[in-house]
Structure formats: structure tokens, C-alpha cells
């Protein structure tokens, strides 16, 4: 917009002619036309950031256009301010609509991290500044201040600001903005206007959205009347947030005080007199989400008390001796029960509804408090079961509750009351299992706890054993607690405060065997997670309580509660409550932010590997993404992601079975991972590493018969020191094993083939040769019993075929040898036969293949693929003939794709090149 | 990472530490020079976008002490011996003839340029900036050269280089891309050569009415498309003759008449660093004794952000908006 805009600005203002090629290209000009009080002539009002952190406001009379609507030009320059104060480039201006008392103002946003507003009321009054600008001042270290103030600045964003814009007026006195930024995150900023100009008065940030990842938000859309901000992302998100719903819902709090007095009790414990003087406080103990309307919460002196939101009403349900100093409350959502357990040993079950109750003692001849309260039910309506689990405070043996509710009566009363003791998993001498979590599956009769150390016990309920002892006792999430535990189908899924999430599938009887499928970390301290269409998760994050849709990767709320370590209670897409400071806070948590689309890296992407319809891709965001292609609309469906890698992903294979998946990059990392569909990958080994290599190539052999009955997998793995080193990996162990190591020379290694006949490799870095070392029996590594790996042999062929970096390089057997297609920096194409017997190999090239790098060679059929960073996408036929071979451009397209990285063939015809962003492609006419 | 991981992973980092230059870049001049022996028979040159100085610096060492070295740049820039350094804006016309008075008045044998903005991840948008610094760079060096002058400017191999490419040819008897073993193989970046400036008659250069904006390129008097250059081929490899297009479908076929893909060219011998590889520390330095990491000739500027990232650090790291660092 900006960049048609110029000239036409340049032409007709000529005294401005010299600042013009200063401004940076982003920063966004704001027309508006206004009527001039003074001339009445139509004006236009313009303000621009420089590169230099300067903001110019000027306007121009606009000449119209005679024949059609529009402008002709402009002339009658007026330069108003010249407004100094960011220490970084502007990216971004706007010009505030009207406020109250006639107040205009200007916003601009900088790579200084800040947002500034300036008082640009006064602009038509100001005294014009001279056009003749002395331009030795440009650059950064202003001395002098000319015209509007600062009124106020933000501060907030951890990377550059990219966008701002002021929201109409809503509040008398009130300015509000949003901001948009490198840092991933949208934001809200109000600040009080009818303040009166005290410096330095900060921009308040009101709210902040987070729906990107990588790295970006680039664009956004504001629709005032709904509410409504839409963003977009480099990782090709586009993000909704119901910004007003979502700010209007402000936070609710009360001191104990408060909601004594609103149910009208005095704070003062009754008749007891010892306490009389010392006036003993009630606190907030524990809290219970009863259902969308309401919450229950415990106090310390015993006190149960319950919350209606939708009439802002306290009540109290009761005061009991036994929950004085110590309760445990938990509740069946939905159900209007709650389950409490007191430091007496009794537990009890009240009806919030009726308010009946029932009490019993949680384990035979225990008489300590009870230390923790689990709760399950199973079935539905009339016939649902109901479960408490307790525990003691040292706990070898754990009570299992069960009974009904007799809804035939009115009010309800509890019936079938039975209790089941269970023998703790851990055996003596390990460590306690200290329950975290309760899952009982009705269908299988499995009863499931999850333990502080984030081990796994289950049990058959069916069984007549007593006291019931676990099956199974695993270790799952090591070293923390296990949060959830989901039956999902005929295995479980299980959630940690380490914040990995796993599903777990369970082999049916009599050899139980527990098989993780899934699992993936989350920047959460996971706390909780519900599964429907999508996996919601939500625990703490920093000092916020944080809920994630894990399937679009995206934060659907954030609480700033001060952090995990209080009482709370959450009931999802509804409220948050906590106590903090003393006092009972209220969060709603209504869903006001989700993707309208979904999108991939939201870096650069550097590597593909594809098997099947399955594309795996990792980029410099750290993530590696399995996705595939729908074979009707030709998008890629997203699926899992998974964040292991701690820098950018450069090279991915799957073994033919695809199976397995290996992924290498930065800091020499080398991962396996077991891949059994897009949505289930789990991380099987990790290969030593080294901070200050790279891995950009590797290839890899399936070994049969290995250990296990996957085999196991040889892979050559080229390093940024030059070094190349071979592998075996057990799948069995998860353990990499050197077998074999050798130097090619000092440049970087970018690629790394298995010869067609297994009977060498083919190496390729920056200094444009080929090379080939042979190998006598590359499979015979496996089985080698090896005190230390053994040294590479002495290569038979070198050849050097492009000028610098062979950027891109494939093998394919043919009938008169193999041949390499490689795509160089030096933007040529290359073609090299290698007769192996007689270890000779012979070049063609064909230069300017491209105009930039050839990143990516792809053989499609008997034709090759190539593209480049030129955004040119060539299909060229390749004749191989005894004498020399012929080539021919078929075919040339441009991608969308900037910064091409790597292209693959997936669901068999269909080719999808990587970069910034991904681009599908289909070759036609059956090639 | 320790001081020296830097160190082991970028050689030229080490070396322009160790060989008293201002910043790695210097090591791209010089082999582009060793390519192209650009100072032959150059006594003055005009160095652009200059600061912090490494170019100058490598002009201020190897062009005889007789010769007229300018360096101009916005920011101010650290003084050089046999160098005028100008803090001036190269588009302003005032510009011009300040530069003219420094160089005696006469024309310029050689004006490079080491400019680049700094990116902001989209890519078109930072290769049309890179491409409109250069055209900038390009038309305060038209104003300045002499014929047959020479004109190397850092250039991102993007998507339309190639049309920047052909306009470079309307003003130059040859125009090469160049990419020097000091220059990253993973940057977009590499450097333009233009030898043999000639503007075709009737050409008056200005910054008034600059190349590209506001004033048209002149008419190519080179035959368009490809023609019978010098391919840069390595030692033993054929160049395939390429077969016309076979009916395929050219998407774009107006939009390539003003496109041109310079031959390009590798500088620097492959003995040399190469950029992307890792090495090994040396044991001992020049004079025998233990190698020691050096800090750098001239530390780098204060970022723009300097400000915010101090008073995030005394908000305890979280920040106002309490989110994590993404």
C-alpha cells in the first residue's frame, strides 16, 4: 500500500523529498481526511515513523480527481510535528478517532519495545516546522523535542511491535489500543486522558492473547461492534478473540469478612471463650466446583460454604468440629455432592441441595485426619456408583467408598454404602505411593491411581482378594505427581506436573502390558485435562493458571492468579476460583478465543520426511509437527507436536516401515522416535550431542533381525566439524551405539546417502564435491561386539560438481549406473553418473538452473524436481545415454513458498515443497 | 554456550578478532577482491553504508596510502587512517555534491556498499527493502563513477534478484553474482559485482529523480535472455546444452523479458574457512602462547531495546504482562 503510495507523495511534495527514502517501508502512513476548520479545503493529515525513531505529522490540501473519485494529488504542505522520544525504529503509527472535549492523539510503536501516545490536538495551531530539515540530525540521539507531547507510554511486549490501533471511545476519559507483536501476543492498553498530562504516565496493559506460536502476529482485523479482534501469525494461524465478552468478565474477590457478614454470621468463633480475645480469624480453606452456577469452599475453623454466581450469593451449609483446622473437600460435578474429609478420620458426603449428610469412619481404628479425598462414579441416572477414595497420612492401605443415591425418595438418600480396602502399590522398602489420582473404567472393572512420583497402579475390581492389590504398578511420568488419569477406549490417558501428557494403551489379559503411544510436553504445570472433539489441558503457567487447547496449540484462557501454589478449584469454560492474598478470587473462563484456522511452524521449515500420507516436518521453531495430507482438499491436517528438540530441526527420515522416525539439527542432536499414526509419537532415544555441532544430513538402514521384533536401524550421521559417524540403534533399548567414526575434512557436512546398493556412502557439504567411501557389509555393524568404533575407510571417488554448497542431493539407480542430482548455492543443477565398480564419476551441469540456490531436488518418476530460494518451482526432463545425457526444462512454476528449504513426494503423486510455509503440488499426466 | 563456542562455530568471527578487524564482513571484500581484484588501478573509492567500517577498513590497508577512500554512513563511525568518513544520508541530494568536494572533484573508480536493513522475518519485505537500498547505493553511484568504473553491492538472492539483476545490466558491461566462503551458505545474502559502468547515452543521472522511483530504467542495449557468458564451471564437469522448453506451459513469460540471472561465481579458495563448519580452537596464538578468546574490535552497539530489557530485568524477568518469554 505504502509503496504505490510513494512516488505519488514525492511528486507533489517535493520539500519532503528528502526524508521520504529514509522511511522504513513498514511504517504505516494513516490517511484521514478532515475537514479544515481554517481553509475549508479538504486536507489530508499524515503521520510517519522513520527508520530513525522520528514521527512526522504533516498535511497536504488534496486536489481531486475530475474524472473519477479519488485523489489527484497534493499540494499546500503543512510538516506540524516532528515528534522525538522512541529509541528504536517505528513500525507502526495511528491516529486516534475523535475523543471527548475534541482530543486527537497519535499512537506509535517501536522496536524500543514501547508504545507512545502523543497529544496531536492542538496540530492545526502549532506553528508549521521548516520543510528544509537539516538531515545531518537523522540517525538516533535527538537533542531536540519540537511540538506534542507525550502523553504516556507502554511498556509490555518482549519483542518488536509491529501494529497499533486506537478502539473508539467507550468511557468518558478513557483511551484504549491494541497492540500487535513479534512476541507472539495481541494486547489491550488503557490509559485515563482526563489525567492532566502527569509525565511518564503509563499505558495500562489491560489484556493479552496469545494464540500464535513461533514466532509473529503480522496482521490483525478489529470489528468494534462485536467485539471482535482477529490475528494473524507467521505459523499461519488466524486467531478470534470475543476481546469485550472476555474483558467485561472482570475478576471477583472477597475477604472472609466480606462473605461472613453477607451470610450473617459474625467472624467470631461462638462459645469459646479461650478464642475470645484473640479474636480467631476464619480463612479459606479448600474450594470444589459444584457446577456451572456454583462452587462449594471449606474454611479453617469448618465452615462449608457455597457461591452462586448468577446471584452473587454466599451461603453456608454448615459448621462441623471435625473440619476445624483440617478438611479435604472434593465433589462429583453436576451431582449438587460433596465429599469431605476431616482430621477426625471421618468422611462424610453432604447434599449442597437438601443438605443432608452423611458421615462414616474412612478406615477401620483410624482416627487421624484424612490426608486425601479422590472421587470416580461410574454409570448413569438411578444406577450410578459413586466413589471415595481416602487415605491416611502414612498409607500402606487405601479405602475404596462406594454407594448410591436413592433419588426414589425426597430428598435423595445415600444407600449401599460398602467399603473396599486396597493394598498400596509400593512394596515395602520403595518409595510411598502418595495418591494424586483416582480413574475407575465401569466396562473393564480397572480401578487406576496416579502417584506423587508419577507412578501408575492398577487394580481389578472384579478381583475377591482383600485387600485388593494392584496388578500393575509402572512407572509413567518420572518424578512427578500424575494429575489425571482419563479412560479413553481401552487404554487411559494420563496428565503430570512435569507437563507431559501421555496416552497409554493396555494389552488385554492374562500378560498385561502397558504401551505408551503418545506423549508430549506442555509448557504447563498440567493440573487437569478434559478430552472431546480436542484435548483441553489446564494447570499453572509462571504465575498464571493457564487452559490450552492442545490440538491447535492454543491458549483458550489465562488467569493471572499469582501462580500454583494455593487452593483452587476450576470448572472448565465456566470459572477459576483461588485464594489469594486471604481473599477468594473469581475468574469466568467463558471461551472467548479461538482459531479460525489452523497452521504449522511459525518459523522457517527446514526439513520433510514423508511416509505415506504422514509428513513430518521440523523447523527453526524447535518443533517437529506430524501432519497428513487429505487426499480430497489437499491440505494438511495437523497433528501431533512435539517440542523436544532444543534448536531448529534441520534433517528427518522415517525408516521404510515407517515406524520409526529420526530427527537431527542444531547441537548436534539425533533423536528416535516411534511413530504408530499422525496424532500418536513417542520418544524412544536420544543420541549423545554436542552444543557447538550441527547434524543438516543423515541417512539410515533397517537392520532385520535385530533385537525385538521392530530390528534395529544403522544410520551415518554428517556433522558440522566434518566428522561422520555411524550409529545402531536398538529400539528395544533406546540406546545409540558408535560403531563407526571417520573425518571428510574440515567443511560441513550437508548431506549423507546410503548408496542404492548399500554398499557405500555418498557424502556432500559446502565445498561442492562428491564422495564416496565403500563399505564391505554396512549391516554386519549391527552385530559387531565394538570396544570402539571402527575408523572410516579411505574414500574411492571424488568429485567435485558444484562450486560451493551442494544444497540439495538425490540418489536413484538406474540401468548405467547411479546418478546423484544435486541443487547448489551456485544455482546450477547437476547430474552425476558414478559407475561404482570402476570407481569413475562424470558430471553434467546445467548453470543458472535457477536464480538463487537450488535448494531442493526431487525425482519424480524419470523426471526431477528442483526449486530454489528464487521461488521457482522447474521440472526438467533428464535423458541418460551411454554418451552423455540431455536435459530439458518442461515446465516452471513460482511457489508461495519464500526461503525453500526441502521438497518431498507424499500419497505417492503428490509433491509438497517446505519453506516459509509449506505449498502441495500435483504432477499431472500420470508421470 | 561459553565465550568460545562462538568462537569455534563461526572461524571468520575469530579471525576478524584476531586480525584487528571491525566486523566479519571485511574477510567478504577481501575475497571478493582476491575473485575480481577489484583495487586495480583504483585510487579513489566511495564506501556507503559504511559504519561500522570493516570495508574501509579493508580499503584503508590494501589501496596505496595516495589513494581517496569516503566512507558515508548515518551513524557516526569510529575515524580510519586515509579515510573521510561522512555522516550523510545517500539519497539526500546535499549528499552529492559534499561527497564530489571530498573526492576532488573528480569521478570515482569504485563504489561499494555493505548495506543491509535489519530484517524483520517477512521475507518480500526485506528483500524489496535490500533491493531499495541497493538501488539507492546504485544511484549515488551513478552520480559518481567514472566510465568504466565498478560498482559491488551485497544483494539477497530472493525471489526477484533477478530482476534487480537486469537492471544492474542496463548500466554495466558485466554484472556477476558473487558469493565469498566467508559469506554464510544458509544467508539469503551475496554480492552483486558490476564491472565496466556505461550508461547508455542520453542517461543523466540524479538524485532528484532517482532509478526506480520517479525516474524509469534506461533501455538495455544488451540482447535479452540468455547469452554466451563465461559459465564459472568447476574443473571436469560438462555444461549440458538445455533443450527448449517442450510446450510446457510458462506461467509468467511476460514478467521474465525483465528478468536476467547473472552468472555466479564461489570466491575464496576452498582451503580457506568455510563459514557453516565448526573447528576446532587452536592450542597457542601467533606469538606461542595459549590461545585465549578475544573480545571483539568494537562492541556492539546498544540495541534500540536496551531500555525495556532493563526494566524487565528489574520487574523480576516477568515483565508487565507476566507471560513468558515465547
Known amino acids: 500500500m505504502l509503496c504505490s503510495f510513494l512516488p505519488q507523495l514525492r511528486l507533489q511534495t517535493k520539500k519532503w523529498l528528502s526524508l521520504l527514502p529514509t522511511m522504513c517501508c513498514l511504517n504505516t502512513i494513516t490517511l484521514r481526511q478532515i475537514a479544515d476548520a481554517l481553509s475549508s479545503e479538504d486536507r489530508v493529515l499524515v503521520a510517519a515513523g522513520t527508520v530513525f525513531g522520528e514521527i512526522l505529522l504533516w498535511s497536504a490540501a488534496i486536489i481531486p480527481s475530475s474524472s473519477s473519485p479519488g485523489i489527484r494529488g497534493l499540494k499546500n504542505p503543512k510538516t506540524h510535528y516532528r515528534l522525538l522520544g522512541h529509541e528504536g525504529s517505528i513500525f507502526g503509527v495511528n491516529i486516534s478517532p475523535k475523543y471527548h472535549g475534541g482530543k486527537y492523539y497519535l499512537a506509535s510503536c517501536s522496536d524500543d519495545r514501547t508504545i507512545r501516545i502523543w497529544d496531536i490536538s492542538q496540530f492545526e495551531s502549532s506553528p508549521p516546522i521548516s520543510g528544509d530539515m537539516d538531515i545531518k540530525k537523522t540517525g538516533f540521539g535527538h537533542e531536540l523535542v519540537q511540538g ?250 487405601f479405602s475404596l467408598h462406594s454407594f448410591r443415591m436413592d433419588h426414589s425418595k425426597s430428598p435423595p438418600v445415600l444407600i449401599d454404602r460398602e467399603t473396599l480396602p486396597l493394598q498400596s502399590p509400593a512394596r515395602v522398602g520403595e518409595t510411598k505411593f502418595l495418591v494424586t489420582s483416582l480413574a475407575i473404567n465401569q466396562e473393564t472393572n480397572r480401578l487406576f491411581l496416579g502417584s506423587r512420583a508419577g507412578s501408575l497402579g492398577i487394580y481389578d475390581l472384579s478381583s475377591t482378594a482383600r485387600p485388593l492389590r494392584a496388578f500393575s504398578h509402572s512407572l509413567i511420568h518420572p518424578t512427578d505427581a500424575i494429575t489425571t488419569i482419563l479412560p479413553l477406549g481401552p487404554g487411559i490417558l494420563t496428565t503430570s506436573r512435569n507437563g507431559e501428557y501421555s496416552h497409554l494403551s493396555i494389552s488385554p489379559p492374562p500378560h498385561i502390558h502397558l504401551t505408551k503411544t503418545h506423549s508430549q510436553k506442555s509448557p504447563l504445570v498440567i493440573e487437569g485435562a478434559r478430552q472431546s472433539d480436542n484435548l483441553t489441558l489446564w494447570g499453572f503457567r509462571g504465575k498464571n493458571f493457564t487452559i490450552i487447547n492442545q490440538a491447535s496449540q492454543h491458549e483458550v484462557h489465562s488467569v493471572a492468579c499469582g501462580g500454583a501454589h494455593r487452593s483452587w478449584a476450576h470448572r472448565l469454560n465456566r470459572y477459576f476460583v483461588w485464594t489469594k492474598a486471604g481473599k477468594a478470587h473469581l475468574a469466568r473462563t467463558h471461551p472467548c478465543r479461538k482459531l479460525l484456522q489452523s497452521g504449522l511452524h511459525g518459523r522457517e521449515v527446514k526439513s520433510i520426511a514423508t511416509h505415506g500420507d504422514l509428513i513430518a516436518t521440523g523447523a527453526e521453531d524447535t518443533l517437529l509437527h506430524l501432519s497428513t495430507l487429505s487426499p480430497h482438499s489437499g491440505q494438511l491436517c495437523p497433528g501431533a507436536v512435539v517440542g523436544t528438540h532444543t534448536t531448529g530441526i534441520h534433517a528427518l527420515q522415517f525408516t521404510p516401515s515407517g515406524r520409526y522416525l529420526f530427527s537431527a539439527g542444531g547441537a548436534g542432536e539425533l533423536l528416535a522416535w516411534r511413530v504408530r499414526s499422525a496424532n500418536e509419537i513417542v520418544l524412544e532415544g536420544t543420541c549423545e550431542g554436542w552444543s557447538d555441532l550441527r547434524v543438516e544430513g543423515f541417512d539410515l538402514l533397517p537392520v532385520e533381525g535385530g533385537e525385538g521384533e521392530e530390528g534395529g536401524v544403522l544410520l551415518v550421521v554428517g556433522y558440522s566439524d566434518s566428522t561422520i559417524r555411524f550409529y545402531y540403534f536398538s529400539p528395544s533399548t533406546g540406546v545409540f551405539s558408535l560403531v563407526m567414526k571417520g573425518t571428510y575434512r574440515t567443511c560441513c557436512i550437508l548431506h549423507i546417502k546410503f548408496l542404492p546398493s548399500n554398499d557405500g556412502i555418498l557424502v556432500a557439504g559446502t565445498d561442492g564435491y562428491l564422495r564416496i567411501y565403500p563399505l564391505s557389509d554396512p549391516l554386519s555393524l549391527a552385530s559387531l561386539p565394538l570396544p570402539l568404533p571402527l575408523p572410516l575407510p579411505p574414500k574411492t571417488i571424488e568429485k567435485r560438481v558444484h562450486q560451493s554448497s551442494i544444497k540439495a542431493m538425490r540418489v536413484a539407480a538406474r540401468a548405467n549406473g547411479v546418478y546423484v542430482y544435486t541443487g547448489g548455492d551456485d544455482c546450477a543443477f547437476g547430474v552425476t553418473r558414478i559407475d561404482i565398480k570402476n570407481s569413475v564419476a562424470e558430471s553434467w551441469i546445467v548453470p543458472r538452473a535457477h536464480a538463487s540456490a537450488v535448494t531442493a531436488v526431487l525425482c519424480v518418476g524419470r523426471h526431477v524436481l528442483t526449486a530454489g530460494v528464487d521461488q521457482q518451482v522447474k521440472f526438467w526432463n533428464v535423458s541418460e545415454g551411454e554418451d552423455g545425457i540431455t536435459v530439458g526444462m518442461r515446465e516452471q512454476r513460482e511457489s508461495a513458498i519464500a526461503d525453500i528449504s526441502a521438497a518431498e513426494t507424499v500419497g505417492g503423486a503428490k509433491v509438497v515443497i517446505v519453506g516459509v510455509g509449506v505449498d502441495v503440488w500435483e504432477t499431472s499426466d500420470g508421470l | 554456550m561459553g565465550k568460545s563456542s562462538k568462537d569455534k562455530r563461526d572461524s571468520y568471527y575469530r579471525l576478524a578478532k584476531e586480525q584487528g578487524w571491525r566486523a566479519r564482513s571485511a574477510f567478504k571484500l577481501l575475497q571478493l577482491n582476491s575473485q575480481f581484484n577489484l583495487f586495480a588501478d583504483v585510487t579513489r573509492v566511495v564506501d556507503l553504508c559504511a559504519a561500522p567500517g570493516s570495508w574501509s577498513q579493508v580499503l584503508s590497508r590494501t589501496l596505496p596510502p595516495t589513494s581517496t577512500i569516503v566512507s558515508l554512513d548515518l551513524q557516526p563511525m569510529t575515524p580510519l587512517p586515509g579515510v573521510t568518513t561522512l555522516q550523510a544520508d545517500i539519497t539526500h541530494p546535499s549528499t552529492l555534491p559534499l561527497l564530489l568536494q571530498h573526492l576532488g572533484n573528480k569521478p570515482a573508480d569504485l563504489v561499494i556498499s555493505d548495506g543491509a536493513p535489519d530484517v524483520t522475518g517477512l521475507h518480500d519485505l526485506d528483500e524489496y527493502i535490500q533491493s531499495q537500498l541497493l538501488l539507492a547505493a546504485l544511484n549515488l553511484a551513478t552520480c559518481v563513477l567514472k566510465p568504466g568504473g565498478g560498482f559491488v553491492a551485497k544483494i539477497f538472492r530472493g525471489r526477484d534478484v533477478a530482476i534487480v539483476f537486469a537492471q544492474l545490466r542496463c548500466l554495466f558491461d558485466r554484472v556477476t553474482c558473487a558469493k565469498p566462503r566467508s559469506s554464510r551458505g544458509s544467508s539469503i545474502e551475496a554480492f552483486v559485482v558490476c564491472e ?44 549440458v546444452e538445455l533443450r527448449e522448453a517442450e510446450g510446457g506451459e510458462d506461467s509468467d513469460h511476460v514478467s521474465r523479458e525483465a528478468r536476467y540471472i547473472a552468472p555466479f561465481i564461489a570466491c575464496g579458495d576452498l582451503s580457506e574457512f568455510d563459514s557453516d563448519a565448526t573447528y576446532a580452537l587452536p592450542e597457542v596464538d601467533e606469538f606461542g602462547q595459549k590461545w585465549k578468546s578475544k573480545d571483539p574490535i568494537q562492541p556492539p552497539t546498544a540495541p534500540p531495546y536496551k531500555t525495556a530489557l532493563e526494566m524487565r530485568r528489574q520487574l523480576g524477568g516477568g515483565g508487565s504482562g507476566g507471560l513468558p518469554k515465547p
Request: a negative charge.
Open chain 1, 148 to 397: 506534542g507531547g507525550c502523553v504516556s507510554v507502554g511498556w509490555g511486549h518482549s519483542a518488536r511491535i509491529w501494529g497499533v490501533r486506537f478502539l473508539p471511545a467507550t468511557k468518558e476519559g478513557w483511551v484504549e489500543l491494541l497492540s500487535i507483536s513479534e512476541d507472539l501476543t495481541s494486547r489491550f492498553w488503557t490509559f485515563d486522558s482526563e489525567r492532566k498530562y502527569a509525565r511518564d504516565t503509563e499505558l495500562k496493559n489491560v489484556a493479552t492473547y496469545r494464540l500464535h506460536s513461533g514466532k509473529h502476529i503480522w496482521s490483525f482485523a478489529l470489528d468494534f461492534e462485536r467485539g471482535l479482534l482477529a490475528t494473524g501469525g507467521a505459523d499461519g494461524k488466524i486467531g478470534l478473540v470475543h476481546y469485550r465478552d472476555d474483558q467485561e468478565s472482570r475478576e471477583e474477590a472477597w475477604g472472609m469478612d466480606t462473605v461472613l457478614a453477607q451470610i450473617g454470621v459474625s467472624r467470631e468463633e461462638p462459645g469459646e471463650p479461650n478464642h475470645r480475645d484473640k479474636k480467631a480469624h476464619d480463612a479459606f480453606k479448600e474450594y470444589a466446583a459444584l457446577d456451572n452456577d456454583r462452587f462449594a469452599a471449606t474454611t479453617t475453623l469448618g465452615r462449608v460454604l457455597t457461591y452462586t454466581l448468577s446471584q452473587k450469593k454466599w451461603s453456608i451449609l454448615g459448621q462441623w468440629a471435625g473440619l476445624s483446622g483440617w478438611s479435604i473437600l472434593a465433589s462429583w460435578g453436576g451431582s449438587g455432592l460433596i465429599a469431605l474429609g476431616a482430621h477426625n478420620g471421618l468422611v462424610g458426603v453432604l447434599d449442597t441441595v437438601s443438605g443432608r449428610e452423611w458421615w462414616w469412619q474412612s478406615m477401620a481404628g483410624e482416627n487421624g485426619k484424612v490426608a486425601g479425598v479422590f472421587l470416580e462414579r461410574a454409570g448413569i441416572g438411578g444406577g450410578q456408583n459413586y466413589y471415595i477414595l481416602t487415605t491416611a497420612l502414612s498409607p500402606t492401605i
Open chain 2, 196 to 239: 565496466g559502468y556505461s550508461p547508455p547515452a542520453g542517461f543523466k543521472p540524479s538524485l532528484e529523480t532517482p532509478l526506480g522511483l520517479g525516474a524509469k530504467f534506461p533501455e538495455s542495449r544488451r540482447p535479452s535472455g540468455r547469452d554466451k557468458e563465461e559459465e564459472h564451471l568447476v574443473d571436469g564437469v560438462k555444461e
